[in-house]
């Protein structure tokens, strides 16, 4: 069985969207605005890129991607390289692009429970809040790598699920608190 990692930067009231500057949200770029930089604070993106085998995204968060992180090699290397499957109802494959590598469309979350239970390494699930929801509601994401920023940004997407679940157990497995406030959580899903 390979392991779902959903991995965010997320603001301490649990919002993740725009977090890179991201047009459409009064919040946009919060991540770059809102605390100095610490490159400290980023050394789980490259943990992140070495540990997994492929990445899951959603259909926005795909096409956002795969618009910019092609041309950034030195940032994105493995991801650039890695397997890609996006999960949508309505991605064509003649809207996938063409210089991101090897993509599969997923069309279902019994799509993404099947390749979690096939051979493997951790997949690794960049954005994607709406799918996220879903993965959660489904009980299907093992692990959480998150980076929390001190900031509130009150209304934006959220990380976590609002529907009516039942209790998940976590188990904080890594931490860290940088200089400029930002928190590592790692956390794995107790089942």
Known sequence: MRTLIATSFVSLDGVVQAPGG?????????????????????????????????????????????????????????????PKYVLSTTLQEKDLAGNWGETAILRSVADVARLRAGDGGPISIHGSATMVHSLQEHQLIDQYNLLVFPVLLGAGKR?????????QKLALIDSQVYSNGIQKNVFKVQR
């Open 22 to 82: 991201e047009p459409g949200y009064r919040n946009s770029g919060w991540t770059i605005n809102s605390v100095e930089f610490d490159p400290a604070a980023y050394e789980l993106k490259g943990a992140e890129q070495e540990e997994a085998s492929a990445m899951l995204l959603g259909r926005n968060s795909y096409e956002a991607f795969c618009a910019v992180w092609p041309s950034m090699t030195e940032q994105f290397p493995q991801y650039n390289a890695m």
């Open 159 to 167: 990380l976590f699920s609002d529907a009516s679940l039942d209790a």
